[in-house]
């Protein structure tokens, strides 16, 4: 089966950094995703693992190490604009490039 | 382009009652997928289709139907509405090749039924 664990919630000052983590357990693994969701809207990509280490993107990078099940977004720079939930999710396998997420950590950033 | 619209945007239904939500794209993608999503449970799969007149269950099918009839639509119905159907659903497209794509999401249905 598939499951992944991430915090409820994590807050954090405006300029500082955020690291929100994810661990996953899966029966197959072909990529790791990471979204982000603005209160009643929907979900937009922002990243994609699938080898081990660091891909960055501008302000947000995301980590992936596949022996130990466990990812990180990371996030620089904060602004107020990066209030939303971020999920986390994999791809067990390719066949219909099927995507399983995680619950979701809501990011409160405050001035 | 609009991307991947979805209507209705909000809906109340009694129990009982039946209704489809539509979920068009204009972006040519192959793949389309139905989830909803709950608080505190993340997004959930309902039914997806890997092209025209395919479709496929989910981890949560149970109570819905779907159909893809044109490339560009896919439609997912309740034949009768249960309070636990109440929910946001999202539909989402991906194209057939480049697993290095997120999906691309419609701006979702809250549905209530009461």
């Known amino acids: 089966g598939q499951s992944l664990e991430q915090p409820s919630e994590v807050t954090a000052v405006e300029g500082a950094i955020v690291q929100i983590n994810c661990t996953y357990q899966?029966?197959?693994?072909?990529?790791l995703f990471w979204y982000q969701q603005h209160a009643g809207e929907a979900p937009t990509f922002l990243s994609y693992?699938?080898?081990?280490g660091l891909e960055e993107k501008g302000r947000f990078s995301s980590f992936l190490s596949r022996s130990k099940g466990y990812s990180y977004l990371l996030l620089k720079e904060l602004q107020m604009k990066d209030s939303a939930s971020y999920l986390c999710?994999?791809?067990?396998?390719?066949?219909?490039?099927?995507?399983?997420f995680g619950a979701g950590t809501r990011l409160f950033v405050k001035a | 382009n609009a991307g991947v619209t979805q209507t209705p945007k909000f809906r109340v239904l009694k129990t009982g009652q039946s209704m489809t939500l539509l979920c068009a794209q204009d972006?040519?993608?192959?793949?389309m997928y139905w989830y909803r999503q709950d608080p505190g449970m993340g997004l959930r799969l309902i039914h997806y289709?890997?092209?025209?007149?395919?479709?496929a269950k989910g981890e949560v099918p149970d109570g819905y139907n779907v159909s893809r009839l044109k490339k560009q639509n896919f439609l997912l119905g309740l034949e009768s509405a249960a309070p636990s159907q109440t929910s946001v659903y999202f539909c989402?497209?991906?194209?057939?090749?480049?697993?290095?794509?997120?999906?691309?999401f419609g701006s979702g249905t809250r549905l209530t039924v009461v």
């Open positions: 999710a994999v791809r067990p396998d390719t066949g219909g490039f099927k995507t399983i």
């Open positions: 899966t029966s197959g693994f072909n990529g």
């Open positions: 693992n699938v080898l081990d």
């Open positions: 972006m040519n993608h192959e793949y």
């Open positions: 289709s890997v092209g025209e007149g395919t479709t």
């Open positions: 989402a497209t991906h194209p057939r090749t480049g697993g290095v794509y997120g999906y691309t």
